[in-house]
């Protein structure tokens, strides 16, 4: 009886908790249902990019500037999926700027946002409202997450040449180091490394040096082989005759 009483008392504050939010929306709850899912269908991802940059911009005012074509990379954030009926607030820890972006923004709803700041993790948040176009405009639909790596300025030196698949030597990285420790993990991963090879090359030897004795001997080894498995066949044999002559 008590379950019973329980599950009807949680019903019953559900309901209520629906009609709240209902309640203090002018949407009605179908055009909430549908708002949140147009909202959820929001995303956000990031991909490496690269644009030539004047050589100008990073010469001294008194040096003249030859033929020199400079890059620069950065990532381009593409939200897709942005309606008219939503809009997306995008906010980061990096400078705390805070970016709207509406359906007139967008291209077919997409809408492509340009980082420069390659220096450091940085964190999105992305929140979802609905839009002046819905009868319940400015409600918080959907809130989600986008973190960009940063730049690995180890990527390009010597110590991580041949080695640029390992995590700190990789041209993003997801976790800041400190230049010390960054630099004794790279080195420790180079000593396993070198420890590893020193062992293969080692073994490599010893399989060699087995090798050119057989190469060095093959003649030898192969009547000596020939002589051992006769005499075993004999050996055989004569225990065997022996045994027979002692039964008999």
Partial sequence: ???????????ILALINLNVANA???CSYEQQVELGKVASSVKAVYEEASEKVDP????PTNETVGEVV???DYFKIIFTNI??????KVMNDYNEEVKFIRYKDTTDGMYTLNWYNLDDVVNFTYEVYSSDETDC????YFTNYLITPMYNEFHDKIICEGITDYLP???YITVKMKYSEQFEKINEYLEVGKKEEKEKEENKKWYEIIGDFIKEHKVAFIAGSSIIVIAGVAIVVVNIRRKRESVL
């Fill in 1 to 11: 009886m008590k379950k019973k009483v329980v599950v009807m008392l949680a019903g």
């Fill in 83 to 88: 309606t008219k009926d939503i809009y997306v």
């Fill in 24 to 26: 203090a929306s002018a």
């Fill in 169 to 171: 030597c990789q041209k």
């Fill in 70 to 72: 400079l890059y620069r």
């Fill in 137 to 140: 405009r400015n409600e918080k």
């Fill in 56 to 59: 100008s911009l990073y010469a």
